[in-house]
């Protein structure tokens, strides 16, 4: 079955960087989008970007935009995140979430369970 | 941005009560949204896609309705295990958006 399972959260301090990584099992991964989706503590859930199936096209929320970098290997179906720049805002846990098929719209049927990123000096 | 408006933001329910949720779209999303649940410490599941579509597994008791701007989301019949929070989420356009959720409670 669809398995998604993140790696890689931790405690960093503010202005550092980080890398989560999000493997993908029981499916054909390149052939999905695949987001990243954020949640702080005791909010709601806040989607981040998207990289589509052949990791040709990317769009991200402002609040990431420049600071947030997504990337993909269809080879070893992982998703990454690459975040620089890291405010005490962007404490969450981070999910990665399947999105559609090939080109179509589509939501998120499948989540990971989530990886905590904690920004604190 | 497309915003969605959830409502309302918490209620208070019993065993085999029939709860509503609503959530409107600042535009026309056609039928791109989605419904998730979502328990404490845990992922959020999804239930309902393309507005009115139960996702595989997912009890009867649930259903979601609606297109263009508003939508709604049903359980018939809430059971215990049904106290979470709920949220819609719209894949009309990016940015993807989603309801600010609504916490079901005893």
Partial sequence: ??????????????????????????????SYAMNWVRQAPGKG??????????????????????????????S?????????????EDTAVYYCARGGYGDERGGFDYWGQGTLVT??? | DIQMTQSPSSLSASVGDRVTITCQASQDILNYINWYQQ?????????????SKLATGVPLRFSGSGSGTNFTFTISSLQPEDFATY???????????FGGGTKVEI
């Avoid at chain 1, 806040?46 to 290997?73: I, N, P, Q, Y």
């Avoid at chain 2, 949220?87 to 958006?97: A, E, F, G, K, S």
Wanted: negative net charge; glycine residues 10%.
């Fill in chain 1, 1 to 30: 079955q669809v398995h998604l399972v993140e790696s890689g959260g931790g405690v960093v301090q503010p202005g550092g960087s980080l890398r989560i990584s999000c493997a993908a099992s029981g499916f054909s991964f390149s």
């Fill in chain 1, 45 to 74: 859930l806040e989607w981040l970007a998207v990289l589509s199936f052949d990791g040709r096209d990317k769009f991200d929320a402002d609040s990431v935009k420049g600071r947030f970098t997504l990337s993909r290997d269809n």
């Fill in chain 1, 76 to 88: 070893k179906n992982m998703l990454h995140l690459e975040m620089s720049n890291l405010g005490v």
């Fill in chain 1, 119 to 121: 920004v604190s000096s």
């Fill in chain 2, 39 to 51: 328990k404490l410490g845990e992922a959020p599941k999804l239930l309902v896609h393309d507005a």
């Fill in chain 2, 87 to 97: 949220y819609c989420h719209q894949y009309d356009d990016v940015p993807l958006t």
